[in-house]
């Protein structure tokens, strides 16, 4: 019903990104119009979040990090709406840099304390203490381990997966004693024989299928570069099998200049964007953010916060 009334409305936000004046454009979608909400796995209570809108007011949050510097357009049918949230209120908050809309779910997002737990190697050696988690996965070199030492401001947390016997495992880290950060092997790596590529698919696809407490998968991307082959088979793989998923753009502070032909962040942003709209039923979230500015830090923790709170609730 929502979907009837959305369509009826002005069918565009407006999106504050912080980029310089010179790249203000605004992106121009021609996707039917569909509730901006990803469907996911049948037995997970989040696929409810992404699958259920309601018309409740929307909740309003303090010093949200709203940019105010350059405007980009984003039709309503691209964005992420939570449900439970109108997107169509005036009071809509969009996180900066990224295509979701906040919820009355989005409290709490600080990390006061991180710890690693332990590296499994099989899904069923993971915690069983039934917390909530967020797996960390991208091609190797994507930047995993800074965001991961950026989200938690420790500079080396994530050497721990670094290590030698952990880099093949399932890495949890356990956030404000409440729930878990995981860090699973990053994908891609040229080296690697057949086999151990063909080990990496069973093991990692094993927890996205099994794991009953993985709220979201973070899937990295690379926005310095052109969308690559195996990041979008592997986008593709997770929308075919409805797991809940944000991507995660790093490295948006890289900028390569114009007359090399070469695309900015956002234009790859855009691009991998539109090459994957195909694999799901309606746009996952997304989010632009760099290690070395900490752009996207706060957003994608509060963007934690709201799915891993409707999960708790759910
Ligand atoms: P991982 O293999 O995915 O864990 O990647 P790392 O975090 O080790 O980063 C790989 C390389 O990319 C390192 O040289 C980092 O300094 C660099 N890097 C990571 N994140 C960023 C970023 O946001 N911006 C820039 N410019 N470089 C980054």
Redesign the pocket.
Known sequence: MLINQLSKLSTRLTIFISQPSSCSRFFKLRQPLIAAILSTAQDNPISHFYSTLNTLPIYTHQNLPISEETQIEIPLEKLFVPPETDASSVNVRILKDSNIVLSKFARDPLITEANFVKSSVRTEDCPADGLPEFALV????????????SLVRRKKL?LT??KPGKTQCINHFRINDSWYLVDLP?YGFAAAPGELKKDWNRFTKDYFLNRSTLVSVFL?IDA?IPAKKIDLEYASWLGKNKIPMTLVF?????RKRKKNGDKRPDENVKDFEELISGFFESIPPWIM?????N?GRDEILLHMAQLRNYWLKH
């Not at 991208?138 to 030492?149: A, C, D, E, M, Y």
């Not at 790093?250 to 890289?254: A, F, P, Q, S």
């Open positions: 991208g091609r190797s070199n994507v930047g995993k381990s800074s965001l991961l030492n994530a997966s670094k990053g990295l310095s790093t490295k948006c502070d890289k953010t760099s290690s070395v500015t752009q």
